[in-house]
């Protein structure tokens, strides 16, 4: 839920986020009773994203969807500020290379946002999907942008960890995944030792600008019917190469950072 102080707009947009979170068409009913504002205030906020355009009001069926103009600030959002556009040539060849699943994401707060996904031919149910939002303290791709942020954000990142165990495998405290994050700074990857999903490992390393801040994490993922911890190990120098020619591709796309140079990372 929006916080006070964000007022108006933060409400506005936690409505949003629910009426996205829906998955589809919802209702005036599902929204008051499963949300926190009065009969009044959710009336007169849906009423103005409806007037906006972010929302879509069906009068006859009674329910709201999200609305064409929110449909097209996000197509410009994910062309000027994912970099999906800018790296997916380079996912594609890096699946091609491995024959494994490749996988970009940035950092949504203090989760993981898949911003895109390059499947290899042998399909494998996961988790991850363009658009999904998951854990970031259990995941490869989570782990090694955490592990390159600054101090102070870092603490605020894991503070916000549910630190739920989703497998044998998984970290359940700060103290554990700070540990781990140590590691990953040193070798420059991070893995995924079934810590989310039963089955299913990564390797993963982070996409920096510049200027040494967190731009972004690539990873290849594979099942352990297929592949071992250490058969993707041997996939490194690759993944390696591949985010190094997405940084490079970055850093023409925007302009050059000003300012200390924050990580970087090990090659």
């Keep these: 839920m929006a916080e006070a102080r964000d007022g108006t707009v933060g409400k506005a947009l936690d409505v949003l986020d629910r009426v996205a979170a829906a998955g589809g068409p919802v209702r005036f009913s599902d929204l008051l009773e499963d949300g926190p504002y009065p009969k009044a205030t959710l009336y007169r906020l849906l009423q103005t994203l409806t007037s906006q355009g972010m929302l879509s009001h069906d009068a006859e069926l009674g329910t709201y969807t999200l609305g064409v103009r929110l449909v097209r600030l996000a197509h410009k959002a994910w062309s000027q500020a994912s970099l999906a556009p800018v790296a997916h040539e380079w996912l594609d060849r890096l699946s091609r290379e491995t024959g494994e699943a490749v996988h970009l994401a940035q950092l949504d707060g203090a989760q993981v946002l898949y911003v895109d996904k390059v499947n290899t031919a042998l399909r ?23 592990a390159f942020l600054p101090d102070a954000e870092l603490d605020q990142a894991l503070g916000q960890q549910s630190y ?25 990857v991070a893995y995924d030792r079934e810590e989310h999903e039963p089955g299913i490992i990564c390797i993963a390393t982070p996409i920096l600008s510049r200027g040494g801040r967190i731009l972004g994490g690539l990873s290849i993922t594979s099942t352990t019917a297929r592949r071992s911890l250490d058969d993707l190990s041997q996939l490194a120098p690759l993944l390696l190469d591949t985010r190094a020619k997405i940084e490079s591709d970055i850093h023409a796309w925007r302009f050059p950072e000003d300012g200390p140079r924050l990580r970087t990372v090990p090659t």
């Design 124 to 146: 494998v149910d996961m988790f991850s999907a363009t658009g999904r939002v998951g854990p970031s303290y259990c995941t490869g791709l989570g782990k090694a942008m955490l």
């Design 164 to 188: 739920h165990r989703f497998t044998d495998a998984t970290l359940t405290s700060p103290e554990a995944l700070r540990a781990e994050l140590a590691h990953i700074r040193e070798a420059g």
